[in-house]
Nanobody, 126 residues
Framework: QVQLVGSGGGLVQAGGSLRLSCAAS????????MGWFRQAPGQEREFVAA????????YYADSVKGRFTISRDNAQNTGYLQMNSLKPEDTAVYYC???????????????????WGQGTQVTVSS
């Protein structure tokens, strides 16, 4: 079992930065791929970024490429999402997720992730 607690959200002006954290408990977190998803009001939850459990490959939605960076520290059982050059359209509740994914999986499907954090609000003002 893996339990996830997301944090680090807040209110920031457009162009600013935030760093989200995802603290995991459970002995097998390091064997799980990690993902970040977001959900804006009235919209479906969408993929943002993911990283294989080995850390050797990352995946990003086109809308955040070049601005967001996913990382993880398996020794600390923590994952991160560094968000730079934030835009008002990045406003959403951000969720971290973990799951046992094949290395060949696209890492962008919600249904592939078994464990979810509670979500943290990110609001970007114009």
């Amino acid at each position: 079992q893996v339990q996830l607690v997301g944090s680090g959200g807040g209110l920031v002006q457009a162009g600013g930065s935030l760093r989200l954290s995802c603290a995991a408990s459970g002995p097998t977190f390091f064997r799980n791929a990690m993902g970040w998803f977001r959900q804006a009001p009235g919209q479906e939850r969408e993929f943002v970024a993911a990283m294989r459990w080995t850390g050797v490959r990352t995946y990003y939605a086109d809308s955040v490429k070049g601005r967001f960076t996913i990382s993880r520290d398996n020794a600390q059982n923590t994952g991160y999402l560094q968000m730079n050059s934030l835009k008002p359209e990045d406003t959403a509740v951000y969720y971290c997720a973990a799951g046992r994914l094949s290395e060949y999986a696209p890492h962008s499907f919600l249904s592939d992730y078994k464990y979810w954090g509670q979500g943290t609000q990110v609001t970007v003002s114009s």
